[in-house]
């Protein structure tokens, strides 16, 4: 995890399809990318970012994610996030991420994700799926 330093970035294009909307995600009912595809395109580019520079064994997991939602992008543009890996503080690390369409800035977060072991992760998450549930 040396290797993990602020000022790691990548960019993510993706164009924006009838799947990626509000009213396909049920988080609206408007035909324009949706909250929850935007969320998923940031946290992929956090995650772009990171590529080559962890651990062999060694993932992250989201852990927060703090986002505005700016502006309507509407079905067949081309959207794009950036993330910067802006601080190193033990196993957590801490984007700022911003995305645009075609026309403007259309969303902005801070984003926190968490360094982990993979397999011991895998491990006690497969675990608790054996426990007893409550109902």
Same mark, same amino acid.
Do not use: C, Y
């Given at each position: 995890?040396?290797?993990?330093?602020?000022?790691? %970035?990548?960019?993510?294009?993706?164009?924006?399809? %009838?799947?990626?909307?509000?009213?396909?995600?049920?988080?609206?009912?408007?035909?324009?990318?949706?909250?929850?595809?935007?969320? +998923?395109?940031?946290?992929?580019?956090?995650?772009?970012?990171?590529? +080559?520079?962890?651990?062999?064994?060694?993932?992250?997991?989201?852990?927060?994610?703090?986002?505005?939602?700016?502006?309507?992008?509407?079905?067949?543009?081309?959207?794009?996030?950036?993330?910067?890996?802006?601080?190193?503080? +033990?196993?957590?690390?801490?984007?700022?991420?911003?995305?645009?369409?075609?026309?403007?800035?259309?969303?902005?977060?801070?984003?926190?994700?968490?360094?982990?072991?993979?397999?011991?992760?895998?491990?006690?998450?497969?675990?608790?799926?054996?426990?007893?549930?409550?109902?």
């Amino acid at each position: 995890m040396d290797e993990l330093a602020p000022g790691l %970035v990548a960019e993510l294009k993706q164009i924006v399809t %009838v799947a990626d909307t509000a009213s396909k995600w049920g988080s609206g009912l408007v035909p324009v990318f949706s909250t929850p595809s935007l969320v +998923g395109l940031m946290e992929s580019a956090a995650v772009a970012a990171l590529t +080559g520079h962890l651990a062999p064994g060694q993932t992250t997991v989201g852990g927060h994610i703090d986002v505005h939602h700016l502006a309507a992008t509407p079905v067949g543009m081309q959207v794009r996030a950036r993330a910067e890996l802006t601080a190193v503080e +033990g196993r957590k690390l801490v984007f700022k991420i911003q995305a645009w369409d075609e026309v403007e800035l259309i969303g902005e977060a801070n984003h926190e994700r968490f360094v982990i072991d993979e397999a011991r992760f895998i491990g006690r998450v497969q675990a608790k799926g054996k426990q007893p549930r409550t109902p």
